[in-house]
């Protein structure tokens, strides 16, 4: 057997990769929270913060990649105490361990934030939050309950914005603490109010912004199975837009603000009346439309009476008359223009028009026409036709 005590020569490369590989299997470094003092502190131009955390004690190295440190929601600076979670490994390249950082806040607030995610983690994954355990809110309320402070800004948005909405739904406010001792069991006590009474449509429950620790009432566990258990929909309107709180993410829906909560909660009478109006508008006129076709019909189906077929008959008679006209003027167009054609040939072969050339016709009393010389007779009387009047006379 190999003796364990024996030296084993390696690289500098292998014995950090070594020491890396040992770090990164410990699960415990793999995602701890760090609380300490910032010093010597640098963003560089890619993005990237180095730092260094310290104690009274001791010292870690640090670093926070651009991704992470984008979105953090202050300015990190030497002095500071802050709160870091990350993971801590060793950079092999200069051989030191150090953190890196993925989530970092003041420590003014820290431990409030440590127990609102420890929370919020908890009720996820019992299922508080999931989309399929959320209910539609009433598109039609008839009473808006209103859990929050009785003054305030807040209680003011929500009724003025509900009332100037839909005058017709009414508002009931259940006053409540809404931060302090004792604000987050007089919030339970308005949800379950509501609830035992069954005396609202939609609930309403929030307050207007502040710090952590203004807003904590609506972080804590009872107040978020509270409004889990609740039949009545409620909607979430806790601070300000940035602010999320427990009961945001545990109510059927959330509000970035009280004044939108109350634009979620009831719809705009203006735009139902211009769509009633415009649903009327489009039923009358199907109705008259299916009253004229209906008419059309009916009188198609209905018996004729003997007026009827007489005045159909007259029309009838009107439309013979007025074609047979047509076809008259027609004909005798037609036939007047064949008769002047036939008259221009006649009128060329008339006798009359050899006669005005300067010619004469001999014709007996009988109207034979004398054409050759064996024709005339001695003695015998005839007529010389000449253009305009005739001689008598007598063959010799």
Known sequence: MEDSTQMVIGTVSRVNNYIKRLLDSKPVLSNLWV????????????????????????????????????????????????????????????????????????????????????????????????????????????????????????????????????PLAEIVIYPVLVQGAGAKESIVK???????????????????????????????????????????????????????????????????????????????????SRMLAMLSSRMLGSVQARIENGALRLKR?????????????RQRLDMCIKRSENAYRLRLTECAGRLGELCGKLDALSPLKTLSRGYAIPMLSDGTVLRRAEDFKSGEDFTLRLREESVECTVK
Do not use: C
């Open 35 to 166: 609380k300490g003092e910032i010093s010597n502190y640098k963003r560089h131009s890619s993005g990237h913060i180095y730092l260094t955390l310290k104690d009274e004690k001791s010292v870690l190295r640090a670093v926070m990649f651009r991704s992470a440190a984008s979105g953090l929601a202050f300015t990190p600076s030497d002095g500071m105490r802050v709160i870091a979670r990350g993971r801590v490994s060793v950079y092999e390249a200069g051989g030191a361990y150090q953190l890196y950082i993925e989530e970092m806040i003041p420590d003014g607030v820290g431990a409030l934030y440590l127990e609102y995610e420890r929370l919020k983690n908890r009720l996820a994954e019992e299922g508080l939050f999931d989309e399929r355990y959320k209910k539609p809110i009433p598109q039609y309320p008839s009473v808006i309950g209103v859990v929050t402070a009785p003054t305030g800004a807040a209680v003011r948005d929500i009724i003025n914005v509900a009332t100037r909405r839909f």
């Open 190 to 272: 308005a949800i379950e109010y509501f609830n035992e009474k069954n005396s609202a449509d939609t609930l309403i429950v929030g307050r207007g912004g502040g710090s952590i620790e203004d807003l904590w009432a609506f972080n804590e566990e009872i107040v978020a199975r509270a409004i889990f258990a609740s039949h009545i929909p409620v909607i979430s309107a806790v601070g300000h837009e940035v602010d999320f709180t427990i009961a945001d993410f545990v109510a059927d829906m959330r509000a970035p603000t009280p004044s939108a909560a109350a634009e979620i909660s009831v719809p705009s009478a203006a735009e139902l």
């Open 301 to 313: 189906l209905m018996p004729r009476t003997p007026q009827d077929k007489i005045n159909e008959y």
